[in-house]
C-alpha cells in the first residue's frame, strides 16, 4: 500500500539532488504542474487512473468538425494504414459523395489539416515509415507500426515510452497512454 509522503520526508528527498535539479523541478512545478503530472504519469510513478483535473479538461477541449467527424467516421473501415495521397485516393474511389459536400477534400493540404486535427482530437492514429506519415483508424495500431519501425517489441513498451511515442508520432500523451493501455490488454 502506498502512503502520501510527509513534508519532512519530500524535504529530505528534495535535499539529495543537485542543485540544477532541484531548480529545473521547483520551476516546472509551478510553471506547469500539469506537465509535472503528466511526466509522473507517463514515467510510471502515477497510476494512469490518477489522472488531475485539468489534464483531463485539456485533453477534452479539442473538438472536430462536422467535416472531420464524417471523415473519421469514413476512415474506421480504411483497413491498413495509408498516406494523405492514399485517403484522397481511398475516399474518391469508396465514397465520392464526400467529395461533392467538401470539394476542398481533393486538396492534399486540406486533407492533411483534417486528418492532422483528427490526430490531435485522439480520434486518428499515425506514424511515419522514413519521410511519408500514415495514419491509421486505430491508435493502437499506429504505436504497433511505430514500436515495429523503432526495434521494439510491442510487449516490452511500458508507460515510459508514452513521451517517446507521444513525440516521434506527434500524437496527444493521453491518446497514446490509452493505445498503450489497449495493447496490454
Keep these: 500500500m502506498v502512503r502520501d509522503a510527509t513534508d519532512g520526508e519530500l524535504q ?3 535535499e539529495t539532488l543537485d542543485s540544477e535539479t532541484k531548480t529545473a523541478l521547483r520551476r516546472l512545478a509551478e510553471n506547469d504542474p500539469a506537465l509535472l503530472r503528466e511526466t509522473l504519469s507517463d514515467l510510471g510513478y502515477l497510476g494512469a487512473d490518477s489522472e488531475s483535473v485539468e489534464t483531463a479538461e485539456n485533453r477534452e477541449a479539442i473538438e472536430v468538425t462536422p467535416a472531420q467527424e464524417r471523415l473519421g467516421e469514413l476512415l474506421t473501415s480504411m483497413g491498413s494504414p495509408r498516406s494523405t495521397t492514399q485517403i484522397i485516393d481511398l475516399i ?4 465520392p459523395s464526400f467529395f461533392e459536400e467538401y470539394q476542398s477534400a ?4 486540406w486533407m492533411s489539416n483534417q486528418l492532422n486535427a483528427l490526430v490531435d482530437a485522439g480520434e486518428l492514429g499515425r506514424y ?3 519521410r511519408t506519415v ?4 486505430s491508435i493502437a ?3 504497433r507500426n511505430w514500436a515495429l ?3 521494439f517489441f510491442v510487449e516490452d513498451l511500458t508507460a515510459r515510452h508514452v513521451g517517446r511515442i507521444a513525440s516521434d508520432t506527434e500524437m496527444p500523451r493521453s491518446a497514446v497512454r490509452e493505445g498503450l ?3 496490454q490488454e
Design 12 to 14: 529530505a528527498v528534495f
Design 92 to 95: 474518391g474511389e469508396q465514397h
Design 106 to 109: 481533393k486538396h492534399r493540404p
Design 128 to 130: 511515419r515509415d522514413g
Design 134 to 137: 500514415l495514419y491509421t483508424p
Design 141 to 143: 495500431d499506429a504505436i
Design 149 to 151: 519501425k523503432n526495434d
Design 181 to 183: 493501455q489497449e495493447l
